[in-house]
């Protein structure tokens, strides 16, 4: 008996060996698929000469997504089209984005991303502005108008909506600090993601279609560029003579199409309206012309450094406040998903828990930012730069926070942010039919997760989609429809049920969490892997060299036993709760 106990003994402890071994070789192996194919990891420092073009390719990249919303924001402030303010709002944007992503890549997560405005806080700011205090003026009126009645008109809502978006983010800041994202995301489901992401694409079809229907021969051009390139020229490699040291001139080649797909739909589109409009094919003041909005560009100063409170110190109203929070909302869960996508992309290891809720509080302190300086929209981890990890291979942290920098001193070239307000209507409607495309397709992609065959997901997919667009709409139609006697009330309420995604997820989160369904029926086991926000709970510190360690002061942190409870520095250990 004895001897078969220490027989099976034996046998344990070479099978638990066995398994120790095998599990080191996964975890190696899977290593070095991380690192498999990149050019330059996480932690990699390129050469100057060598960074700055790459992060200029970041800079391109992120001016394609971030030039469409003024387009729909400026014309909703009640600002003219030749208004050269717009051109400022455009300049904030970039010089914003150019310092929280700095923030976020040196302090935050540490991840290689770029932070900027979001088409996700629109559907809120537009529910804001269609309440009645915030509508436009009729044409007469706005055209009776003098300068400065008009300047006062946009610089009104622009504090409404900045104070808005700067207090909502408070929220996001506060559950990344404190550690709160993974316990939110326990009830923040794949059925609740569907419609909160899905609808900000889907809402906003009606001013893709009035921008695209200025002129649909263009618009329709516009698609099917950027359809071509981006999808079906992208594996194209265009060739370039270079000049190399002992080795002379010699050609290379690369993804001209995959890499700039936006910016070369803009630049042939935008030639071909000038030739129209040279050639006057296209009448005088049509939308189309290149010299619509010329006045803009003339009208701008050279440089112009933006600051908080520029348009006026923002105000705070709690219906603004409230409908802002769908925007943030949205946006937290939709970035959360990009972390590990990243991390893996650039050779670095899953990001820990402190990185994560460090990043969402950087993000949070970010749109708190965006609204202060009057951007008029918050700040949100480019999915087009996350793609552009991918396609290069080139996942460094340095390379990004150069790329920070020249946004930067790009924001301070207000002549800049003008010259993309003169893009032609009919090219950005085509671009919109893409991009708000795009962003549906990304909300239904976490459908994934679940089991379309069960009647009861498909339930609350059909009602948590087509609900808020026939309530939200109807609001909209009727803005005093709710008449309480309470100002205040009736405004937060109109908000509220005027915002599509917050409806739509809102809806979707009751319904997936009351009626009955088994975890794997719901998407929840798949979803838990993939957003795993889990940390070992052991109480050892990791070694300096972590990849999510601070540049500077963690021997003071690794001195200090209280930072291990503080869950966004590098040093917190997750504790077992009884």
């Keep these: 008996m004895e001897n078969h106990s220490l027989s099976d003994l034996h046998a344990t402890e070479a099978q638990n060996d066995h ?61 003219s089209d030749e208004d050269p303010a717009r051109g400022l709002i455009i300049s904030t944007m970039i010089f914003v984005t150019g310092i929280v992503t700095y923030i976020q890549v040196t302090w935050g997560c540490r991840l290689p991303i770029v932070q900027g405005g979001t088409i996700s806080f629109l559907v809120p700011v537009l529910a804001i502005l269609n ?19 008009r300047t006062e008109l946009w610089q009104l809502r622009m504090r409404e909506i900045s104070g808005a978006i700067a207090v909502s983010a408070i929220f996001q800041l506060v559950i990344g600090f404190t550690g709160f994202v993974g316990k939110l995301l326990k009830i923040i489901t794949p059925l609740t993601i569907v419609p909160t992401v899905s609808l900000v694409g889907l809402t906003l079809f009606k001013h893709a279609g009035e921008t695209a229907a200025k002129h649909w021969g263009i618009a329709v051009s516009t698609t099917f560029l950027l359809t071509l390139f981006s999808q079906v020229m992208v594996d194209v490699q265009f060739p370039f003579i270079v000049y190399r040291k002992n080795e002379g001139f010699q050609i290379r080649s690369f993804g001209l199409f995959k890499l700039f797909p936006v910016l070369l739909t803009i630049s042939i589109m935008w030639s071909l309206c000038a030739i129209l409009t040279v050639t006057n094919v ?15 560009l003339t009208d701008s100063a050279w440089f112009y450094i933006p600051y908080p409170g520029q348009f006026g110190w923002p105000t705070v109203t709690v219906a603004g406040v409230l409908g802002m929070l769908a925007g943030v909302l949205a946006c937290t869960v939709e970035s959360i998903s990009y972390y590990p996508t990243v991390s893996q992309m650039c050779g670095a290891p899953p990001p820990p828990l402190h990185a994560i809720n460090r990043g969402i509080g950087i993000e949070g302190l970010g749109t708190i930012l965006a609204g202060l300086w009057g951007s008029g929209n918050g700040t949100n981890t480019f999915g087009e730069n996350v793609g552009a990890i991918g396609v290069t291979k080139i996942g460094s942290r340095r390379v990004i926070q150069w790329a920070a920098l020249i946004m930067i001193l790009q924001g301070v ?27 549906t397709a990304f909300g239904l992609s976490a459908l994934q997760y679940v089991d379309l065959r069960s009647s009861r997901n498909l339930y609350i997919i059909g009602i948590s989609l087509f609900f808020p667009l026939v309530l ?45 369904g088994t975890k794997e029926e719901r998407g929840l086991i798949a979803w838990e892997k993939e957003m795993s926000l889990k940390q070992s709970e052991s109480t050892e510190i990791e070694p300096a060299s972590s990849t999510f360690d601070f540049p500077l002061g963690m021997d003071a942190l ?18 077992k709760t009884k």
């Design 19 to 79: 398994n120790h071994e095998q599990e080191n070789g996964e975890k190696q192996s899977n290593d070095e698929k991380r690192g498999a194919s990149i050019l330059y990891g996480i932690d990699d420092i390129p050469p100057w000469y060598l960074s700055i073009p790459m992060a200029f390719q970041h800079y391109l990249t992120m001016i394609g997504a971030i030039v469409s919303i003024p387009f729909i924001l400026t014309p909703a402030l009640c600002m």
């Design 558 to 575: 690794r001195r200090c036993k209280w930072t291990t409870y503080l869950p966004f520095l590098p040093t917190y250990k997750q504790r």
């Design 131 to 149: 309440l009645p205090q915030w509508k436009c003026p009729n044409p007469d009126k706005m055209n009776a108008m003098s300068s400065d009645e």
């Design 413 to 439: 070239i207000n002549k800049f942010g003008a010259v993309f307000i003169m893009i032609p209507d009919p090219v950005v409607g085509g671009l919109f039919c893409v991009m708000f495309g795009m962003i």
């Design 472 to 516: 939200c709409q109807w609001m909209q139609q009727h803005p005093g429809v709710i008449n309480t006697g309470i100002k205040e009330l009736d405004s937060t309420l109109s908000v509220l049920l005027s915002t599509t995604i917050l409806v739509g997820g809102c809806l979707g989160c009751l319904l997936d969490n009351l009626i009955p």
């Design 282 to 296: 296209l009448e005088e003041g049509h939308p189309a012309r290149t010299d619509a909005r010329l006045r803009v």
